[in-house]
């Protein structure tokens, strides 16, 4: 049976198909980057940095209309250009019941913006000779050795055949390894997930690998770009390569470092009174409170519990300034304000599209990196630049990167059910058409 407990980490399918861009860099973009002063993140006025405070109020107001009609509790935006903060704003409540507004520290459950981050510090023990992206996982992994792939529907269950192929790293962290989430497309292997109870919250990340060692893949490594638990497993896989637990591992080597002093896997008390309320629709579209995605009492969240599940694919809690600061390292080519976590060029290859050639795109225009969304054709995917790069929350919060434009977003909301606005695709209109400095012409 599923959780309160496992729902805090389980992602919803509308993030595969969020309409923002981002951008993935290449070296020359990075050696330009580095010329171009001091990115420390401080507040700037628009102008100075190639944008329009009177057009970026059009974002303000198309934020502050989504709280006003009752679609959205609460919304924090934040654009970084050229390493500066150009707009840092917070719309609506943090709770409405008990009409806290919406402030700038708010913490938020992020839920699959924890990809990204498991994927930075997978690429750090990459730079340190642990592996490489054609290793089979197996080889670090064992209970991964000889999977079966599902190769028809049985009566007792999946009818089986071998893997043409080890399922190999680079596999994992670009979703085409054969792995599922579960709970998004109907098979006999989801049914299998199902059953185990693969993202037991209650469990560890390494009862997690036992299940998954004992359920056919669903379907053949390398044939198909299909949302999983893959970022799970690479947070296993920091654990056996560097010989720590997960959290303990993110904590030293990347929000320490960085200074991401509120983002955790879970929320403690001292913080709880910065913790956003998550919301859903009632039957007349109305904002209800409740927690995860069945519905529980917001005081009962899982998140304000330490947890024994390090979730990397899902489980992490941000404030939007801690989220900033993860994306400008990235963009700076693995640099913030003196602290290096990667080199220029492994940024430089988690950006680049993985997806096998035979394969084609996850989506129009859009292909897929190394935890990462990357546009190939702007065109085809309704984007602006080539190679901008980014991914979002089950509960609605989202980034994107643009290194093309110089230009980091992070927004964040905390909604669940049918019927959230785009704003994704909203705040990216209303952020591009404020640049009248454009570094792409």
């Known amino acids: 049976m599923t959780t309160l407990k496992t729902l805090r980490i389980l992602p919803l399918v509308a993030v595969l198909f969020v309409s923002l861009t981002s951008t993935a860099c290449d070296t020359s973009v990075v050696a330009d980057i580095a010329t171009q002063g001091s990115r420390d993140l401080s507040v700037v006025s628009p102008e100075s940095v190639g944008m329009s405070s009177e057009r970026?109020?059009?974002?303000?107001?198309?934020?502050?209309?989504?709280?006003?009609?009752?679609?959205?509790?609460?919304?924090?935006?934040?654009?970084?250009?050229?390493?500066?903060?150009?707009?840092?704003?917070?719309?609506?409540?943090?709770?409405?019941?008990?009409?806290?507004?919406?402030?700038?520290?708010?913490?938020?459950?992020?839920?699959?913006?924890?990809?990204?981050?498991?994927?930075?510090?997978?690429?750090?023990?990459y730079e340190e000779g642990a592996f490489r992206l054609g290793d089979p996982v197996a080889k670090y992994i064992p209970e991964f050795k000889d999977l079966k792939v599902a190769a028809g529907v049985g009566a007792d269950g999946p009818l089986l055949e071998d893997a043409n192929h080890p399922m190999t790293i680079r596999e994992l962290m670009s979703h085409t390894g054969g792995l599922s989430y579960g709970i998004f497309s109907p098979s006999q292997v989801d049914d299998l997930y199902q059953e185990a109870n693969v993202l037991d919250g209650n469990g560890t990340l390494k009862d997690m690998i036992d299940k998954l060692g004992k359920i056919p893949l669903r379907q053949q490594p390398g044939s198909m770009w299909h949302y999983s638990v893959s970022v799970d497993v690479q947070g296993y896989l920091v654990e056996v390569l560097s010989g720590q637990p997960f959290d303990e591992f993110l904590q030293e080597r990347i929000f320490d470092p960085?200074?991401?002093?509120?983002?955790?896997?879970?929320?403690?008390?001292?913080?709880?009174?910065?913790?956003?309320?998550?919301?859903?629709?009632?039957?007349?579209?109305?904002?209800?409170?409740?927690?995860?995605?069945?519905?529980?009492?917001?005081?009962?969240?899982?998140?304000?519990?330490?947890?024994?599940?390090?979730?990397?694919?899902?489980g992490l809690v941000a404030s939007t300034m801690d989220y900033m600061r993860f994306c400008q390292m990235v963009l700076n080519g693995g640099e913030l304000e003196g602290v290096r976590i990667l080199s220029p060029l492994t940024i430089d290859l988690m950006h680049?599209?993985?997806?096998?050639?035979?394969?084609?795109?996850?989506?129009?225009?859009?292909?897929?990196?190394?935890?990462?969304?990357?546009?190939?054709?702007?065109?085809?995917?309704?984007?602006?630049?080539?190679?901008?790069?980014?991914?979002?929350?089950?509960?609605?919060?989202?980034?994107?990167?643009?290194?093309?434009?110089?230009?980091?977003?992070v927004g964040m909301i905390q909604q669940f059910g049918q019927g959230i606005p785009d704003v994704r695709s909203l705040s990216r209109r209303l952020t591009y058409q404020a640049i009248i400095d454009a570094n792409g012409t």
């Open 352 to 409: 680049r599209n993985q997806l096998p050639r035979a394969l084609g795109e996850m989506s129009p225009g859009t292909g897929f990196g190394l935890d990462f969304a990357v546009i190939v054709d702007p065109v085809a995917a309704d984007g602006i630049s080539q190679g901008e790069y980014y991914w979002g929350g089950a509960a609605g919060t989202w980034f994107w990167i643009d290194p093309v434009e110089d230009l980091v977003f």
């Open 56 to 125: 970026l109020e059009r974002l303000n107001a198309g934020m502050q209309k989504l709280v006003d009609d009752g679609k959205l509790a609460g919304i924090t935006t934040m654009v970084a250009r050229h390493g500066k903060i150009a707009h840092f704003e917070t719309f609506g409540h943090q709770d409405i019941a008990s009409g806290t507004a919406m402030p700038e520290d708010a913490i938020f459950r992020i839920y699959s913006m924890s990809k990204p981050i498991t994927g930075v510090a997978l690429m750090m023990l």
């Open 258 to 314: 960085l200074g991401m002093t509120d983002t955790a896997f879970h929320v403690p008390p001292d913080k709880a009174d910065r913790f956003a309320v998550v919301y859903g629709y009632g039957e007349d579209g109305s904002l209800v409170a409740g927690e995860g995605f069945g519905g529980g009492d917001p005081a009962d969240s899982p998140y304000l519990e330490p947890t024994t599940f390090f979730s990397g694919g899902g």
